[in-house]
């Protein structure tokens, strides 16, 4: 049989039931911009991309989050702005990058949906030729009222779609409509995204897990205790020895666990006590919860699943576990009964 396209695998999934004409454009336009991305980052120093980019007043420009913006943060967040803006299938969208939400400009039809994204992600290693990703969930909109930051703050079990493109030596969409997880591979020649891999599958349980270890010296207990024992190896509780990977791309470290299982943590640390987590729950927890679900994996925040949670900030964060399902109940079993320890002693 000959190649799927991204465009025919999306026919057939609006056929099959899975999804209507208006987010399949969405979907197409997501992918458009991506592959622009793709572009631009592939230019590297060519394309005078890399290095932080310059704010108004002539020194470093720093986004919402209070972090330095690189260049290709800003040129991703305008690419995928403008891609959506004029389809007629958003209602609004948001990101990572700006304050609030953006509702589509008067001048073209509103559509039914609303996009969340965040551009760039593991900008720390644009500059170091490393791969780096865009990250996307899809929220329906509420009909016949303006879109405002409050109408995204819906918890991940309602997304309608939730993908990533990762930039690495090939260019990968990764998508799921609620229907499995399901990879297309950019193909440079012909310009169009190639179905590669249909339902990808996490491995239930592992040997490899993902974590810097930089902060574990900020770790809550029950946090130092799993990895304790992750380190003790075969001669520790868990039996076996593990490896460690860190890419300080949560796309590229994500699309590993994807394809070869693993356990994914950015867990709550005392760095930054008030922040909950140094991760995103609409922009990069969510999506990857959804996409990871669907492959047959697990996601939480140590105690409770990610898709649960109901949101009360565009830009809130998150502790992240996710991945193979066996290491993800483990890790949230240790904090569990860390919790249910701490009740009875009446700490
Ligand atoms: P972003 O570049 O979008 O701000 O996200 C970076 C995130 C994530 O991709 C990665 O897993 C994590 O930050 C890396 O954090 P450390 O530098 O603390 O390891
Ligand atoms: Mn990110
Ligand atoms: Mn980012």
Redesign the pocket.
């Known amino acids: 049989m000959s190649e799927t396209s991204l465009t025919r695998f999306l026919i057939e999934a609006q056929r099959a039931g899975q999804l209507n004409a208006e987010l399949r454009l969405l979907i197409e336009v997501v992918a458009r911009a991506c592959k622009r991305i793709s572009v631009a980052v592939g230019k590297g120093a060519l394309g005078g991309v890399l290095g932080d980019a310059v704010g108004d007043s002539g020194g470093d420009s720093i986004n919402v ?1 209070g ?1 330095a913006q690189k260049k290709l ?1 800003v040129l991703s967040n305008d690419i995928l702005i403008d891609a959506n803006a004029w389809g007629g299938h958003l209602a609004a969208c948001a990101s ?1 990058e700006m304050p609030h939400c953006q509702p589509i400009p008067d001048a073209y039809p509103r559509g039914h949906y609303l996009l969340v994204f ?1 551009p ?6 644009i500059d170091v030729n490393v791969s ?1 990703g865009t ?1 996307f969930s899809v929220l329906r909109a509420r009909d016949g009222v303006p879109a405002e930051d409050a109408h995204f703050l819906r918890s991940g079990n309602d997304q309608v779609a939730a993908g990533y493109c990762i930039y690495g030596p090939s260019t990968m969409l990764v998508l799921t409509v609620g229907h499995g997880t399901h990879a297309f591979t950019l193909d440079r020649e012909q310009g169009s995204f190639v179905l590669t891999r249909r339902d990808m599958r996490i491995p239930e349980a592992t040997q490899e897990f993902a974590i ?1 270890m ?2 574990q010296r900020h770790w809550e207990p029950a946090m130092q205790g799993y990895v304790d024992d992750l380190l003790a190896g075969r001669e520790g509780p868990r039996g076996k020895d593990f490896n460690m990977r ?8 994500v699309h590993r666990i994807l394809t070869r299982g693993g356990i ?1 943590i ?1 867990p709550w640390d005392r760095k930054d006590p008030d922040k909950p987590g ?3 729950l609409m922009y ?1 927890a969510n999506p990857m919860a959804m996409l990871v679900e669907q492959a047959g994996g697990a996601a939480t925040d140590g105690r409770r699943r990610i898709l649960d949670i109901a949101p009360e900030l565009l830009h809130q964060r998150v502790p992240v576990f996710l991945g193979s399902r066996e290491e993800v109940d483990t890790a949230t079993a240790y904090h569990l009964r860390h919790d249910a320890a701490g009740r009875e002693s009446g700490r």
């Open positions: 989050q972090e943060d990572e965040d760039l992600d593991g900008s720390s290693n780096v990250i810097n930089s902060n860190w890419i300080a791309s949560m796309v590229a470290d994914f950015y140094k991760l995103r990069e």
